[in-house]
């Protein structure tokens, strides 16, 4: 049996952990006594000062937003952006209040039972994706018809009271930017139109941005030096300032972050970042205030890192050239191998490209990112992708993610969408693997498909 070649796994290879910068910021930390005070106590709830500071002018100068400068009350400090979901559906959400919680499809299936484990089983839907990524008329008139049910309560039945100042009827969930699974980013306008539509109808959309500074240009031939262009708004960024900005104080979007995709998973370390009022509801969860910022000492070695820059140099002289040529080379492993077998990549239009036209002019070089593909497998293919995965596993010691993997949680509806739609696909990742081993994967691969169409 040959070595285990693991492209399901969407985790940063260990060799690209900046083991380095975070002993450097652990030892600023560690040798400072002052500074170990801070560190070692019981954190502020909404994070460790200078990490929020820092935080703010990374991404300040990261997306440079239209709504300008972004300030430290706009960051809460988490433990990563599992878990600040869970901790944002404690605070923001009731079951049965909170009608329905709407995931784009193909959706980042381990995010369902995060929304089931806080009440929401049955409650899950899916909305499919086209090449702009979610479909807002299919989720107008879900919402719609949803809203049109009798009985909805008026109001929350146990939140309530000054600890629950706000609670939402709806919760939209996606991965706008290089998404997980399908590798699409949404276009401007979509963005815009979904920030209006959460607006409308009371719904907290919920963004996971953990890949959007991970980006390069989509052509080989362009130097990483090409101009891109700005990275995305995100959908906090769109709602900060659409149309005069949020009409109340909670605002309908927030940005899940996390450094676990630019650091190491181990590091624990995320942030929101929303309205000044969402934040510091959102600071003030029980078990934060019992027991303080969930990650205080990490945090205090990525304030350190961030501060010196040595992450953003980690991102820009290590993690982009890592990625980009182990991008390049699945691309070329996926024309030469699976193409010709009737492989399709399926990851929509490049945002440049949409964007163009919304804003008139002509497009930055088309940008590609993050860690994820997806492809739809040949039509003549006798098995399915459930299958197909199964026999990689047991003949080649291939692993991938597969398209029924992707389904939206008890979503009747979302399963059928899959039979004949994203349920053909499957998802590679680059991340894990060097470029040699990525070869060999989609080679494996093609050897299985040869054999079965036999």
């Given at each position: 049996m040959p070595e285990f070649i693991n492209l399901q796994l969407g985790w940063p290879t260990p060799s690209l952990f900046p083991s380095e910068?975070?002993?450097?910021?652990?030892?600023?930390?560690l040798q400072s006594p002052k500074k170990t005070a801070s560190a070692l106590i019981y954190g502020p709830d909404a994070g460790y000062v200078p990490l929020r500071e820092n935080i703010a002018a990374w991404l300040t100068e990261s997306y440079k937003p239209s709504g300008g400068t972004i300030n430290a009350d706009r960051i809460c400090v988490s433990n990563g952006a599992s878990a600040n979901l869970g901790n944002i559906l404690s605070k923001f959400t009731e079951p049965g209040y909170t009608r329905?919680?709407?995931?784009?499809?193909?959706?980042?299936?381990?995010?369902?039972?995060?929304f089931t484990d806080s009440g929401f089983a049955g409650c899950l839907r899916g909305v499919p994706e086209d090449e702009?990524?979610?479909?807002?008329?299919?989720?107008?008139?879900?919402?719609?018809?949803v809203e049109a049910e009798p009985d909805h309560p008026?109001?929350?039945?146990?939140?309530?009271?000054?600890?629950y100042k706000k609670i939402y009827k709806h919760i939209i969930y996606a991965v706008p930017t290089f998404s997980n699974p399908s590798g699409k980013t949404m276009s401007l306008r979509r963005r815009e139109d979904l920030v209006r539509l959460a607006r409308e109808f009371d719904c907290l959309i919920i963004t996971d941005d953990v890949y959007d500074v991970l980006r390069w240009p989509k052509d080989p031939k362009n130097p990483l030096s090409s101009h891109l262009g700005a990275i995305p708004p995100r959908i906090v960024d769109v709602d900060r300032t659409l149309d005069g900005g949020p009409s109340q104080p909670w605002g309908n979007a927030v940005s899940n972050g996390s450094f676990s995709k630019i650091i190491a998973p181990g590091i624990r370390t995320g942030w929101t970042e929303a309205t000044p009022a969402f934040v510091l509801s959102l600071s003030e969860l029980g078990a934060t205030r019992s027991g303080g910022c969930p990650t205080q000492i990490a945090g205090t070695f990525v304030?350190?890192?961030?501060?010196?820059?040595?992450?953003q140099s980690h991102i820009s002289d290590v993690l982009i050239p890592t990625y980009s040529a182990r991008y390049h080379t699945m691309f070329r492993a996926i024309d030469e191998y699976l193409v010709p077998l009737g492989f399709k990549v399926s990851t929509g239009k490049p945002y440049e490209e949409t964007t163009a036209v919304v804003n008139g002019h002509g497009p930055a070089v088309p940008g590609a990112g993050g860690y994820f593909t997806y492809l739809t497998v040949p039509a003549d293919l006798p098995v399915d992708t459930g299958k197909l995965a199964a026999l990689a596993?047991?003949?080649?010691?291939?692993?991938f993610a597969f398209g029924a993997m992707m389904a939206v949680e008890g979503d009747e509806g979302s399963l059928q969408r899959s039979v004949g739609g994203y349920g053909n696909g499957i998802r590679l990742?680059?991340?894990?693997?060097?470029?040699?081993?990525?070869i060999e994967g989609i080679q494996r691969l093609a050897s299985l498909v040869k054999e079965i169409k036999q």
């Open positions: 910068q975070v002993l450097d910021g652990a030892s600023r930390i329905r919680i709407w995931m784009i499809e193909p959706s980042y299936f381990l995010a369902c039972p995060i702009e990524g979610l479909d807002i008329e299919f989720l107008r008139a879900a919402i719609e018809s008026t109001g929350p039945k146990f939140k309530t009271g000054s600890r304030a350190e890192m961030i501060g010196t820059g040595r992450l596993m047991e003949k080649y010691n291939l692993k990742c680059w991340a894990w693997h060097p470029e040699d081993e990525i």
